[in-house]
Antibody, heavy 119, light 111 residues
Framework: EVQLVESGGGLVQPGGSLRLSCAVS????????MGWVRQAPGKGLEWVSV???????YYADSVKGRFSISRDNSENTLFLQMNSLRAEDTAVYYC?????????????WGQGTLVTVSS | QSALTQPASVSGSPGQSITISCTGT?????????VSWYQQHPGKAPKVMIY???NRPSGVPDRFSGSKSGNTASLTISGLQAEDEADYYC???????????FGGGTKLTVL
């Protein structure tokens, strides 16, 4: 059974840092494109970042230079390091797998972890 | 990286059909058939309903269908049921920049 379980969310002050984790079971993280999608309270989905199976990384303009996506192959875990956090980064962060069979589909999603940036 | 454009809300009565549009550009929706649609109930993770413009994953009822014309994709739900009431998001891969973009979301109300 495929499972993606996010953790690491919480309350952080503006300018602070947080590291999100996504523990995956049922498939190999390093063999897939993996990404993060966020959703601000009461708002829509926003794509944040993707890491390719080859290790290339891609970011939304809104987080470029502040967020960093990575993975631990031995732990089969995806990470999102978030620095210089702003109030507008407050959201539920979902990790998701981009389908191996088509570019446009995120086929498996976690349940999300809430990040709140506030003083 | 501008969001795709969706209507904020649509509504329909049980048994009726509704269509949700999703307008992008020639770099995303219009570029290739990499458009997906997701259903999201409150407090839940998104669930894919349509991928590659018109393909349904196994388990998704055939009441859900997708299409595309130019830079606009559409999701049609026929035979509306109460459980279809949810938020719906379109998404597309953006050619050339290796990024993805979502629509602003459409709230479907089943009257």
């Amino acid at each position: 059974e495929v499972q993606l379980v996010e953790s690491g969310g919480g309350l952080v002050q503006p300018g602070g840092s947080l590291r999100l984790s996504c523990a995956v079971s049922g498939f190999t993280v390093s063999s897939n494109y993996m990404g993060w999608v966020r959703q601000a309270p009461g708002k829509g989905l926003e794509w944040v970042s993707v890491i390719s199976s080859g290790g290339s990384t891609y970011y939304a303009d809104s987080v470029k230079g502040r967020f960093s996506i990575s993975r631990d192959n031995s732990e089969n875990t995806l990470f999102l390091q978030m620095n210089s956090l702003r109030a507008e980064d407050t959201a539920v962060y979902y990790c998701a797998r981009r389908s191996p069979s088509t570019w446009g589909l995120f086929d498996y999603w976690g349940q999300g972890t809430l990040v709140t940036v506030s003083s | 990286q501008s969001a795709l454009t969706q209507p904020a809300s649509v509504s329909g009565s049980p048994g009726q059909s509704i269509t949700i549009s999703c307008t992008g550009t020639s770099s995303d929706v219009g570029a290739y058939n990499y458009v997906s649609w997701y259903q999201q109930h409150p407090g839940k993770a998104p669930k894919v309903m349509i991928y590659d413009v018109s393909n349904r994953p196994s388990g998704v009822p055939d009441r859900f269908s997708g299409s595309k014309s130019g830079n606009t994709a559409s999701l049609t739900i026929s035979g509306l049921q109460a459980e279809d009431e949810a938020d719906y998001y379109c998404s597309s891969y953006t050619v050339g920049s290796s990024t993805w973009v979502f629509g602003g979301g459409t709230k479907l109300t089943v009257l």
